[in-house]
């Protein structure tokens, strides 16, 4: 099979499908190994980006998906309903940092991270389709645990969760101890 007609028909899967698709799928229905499918559909990548299209393929935990980029958002609007935007705020990010960087994990251990109630944060987090249930822990009561989403990756431009900054330890020691003579401070005031 030519490289063009493998490359139609991908295509035309990531177009009708409209979400992300595992590269084993779209290899199953093309008849090609994964890892040619996986050599094409990079190579379509770049061509998209080469010839400044308006469409792009992005890479999503070894998913693929066609997608508008985001800087022809402004002209999509013009003709759609504006879609809502959702507002993150410091709560929310902060809320998302600890899922993203601990999943799976329960409310219970967020709220233990943060010092406060997370209730509202975290369902928040669900309904923006950021985090998910990813099971329940196997402990008494099965507290519910969270983890990222597909929409989570897509919204903060990264493939995996591998992808996430590295969290300097260094830093981290700086900033607990700053946090703990801040609450001293206010202890002794």
Known sequence: ?????????????????GHSVECERIAKAVGHDTETVRKIIHNMMDMYDREDRGIQII?????????TKPEM???IIKVTHVPKKHLL????????????????ITKIEIESI????????VNKLVEYNLVCEAGRLDAPGRPILFGTTEEFLRNFGIQSI???PMVNTEKMADFK????????LKLDI
């Open 162 to 164: 591998e992808d996430l």
């Open 177 to 184: 101890q700053e946090a703990e003579e801040e609450v001293q």
């Open 73 to 75: 958002y402004d002209t």
């Open 89 to 104: 705020t410091d709560v929310l990010l902060e809320t998302l940092s600890i899922i993203a960087y601990k999943q799976p």
């Open 59 to 67: 890479e999503l935990d070894g998913s693929f998906q066609l997608c």
């Open 114 to 121: 943060r010092g406060v109630k997370s209730d509202h944060a």
């Open 1 to 17: 099979m030519e490289i063009k007609q493998l490359e139609a028909k991908i295509e035309a899967i990531l177009f009708s499908l």
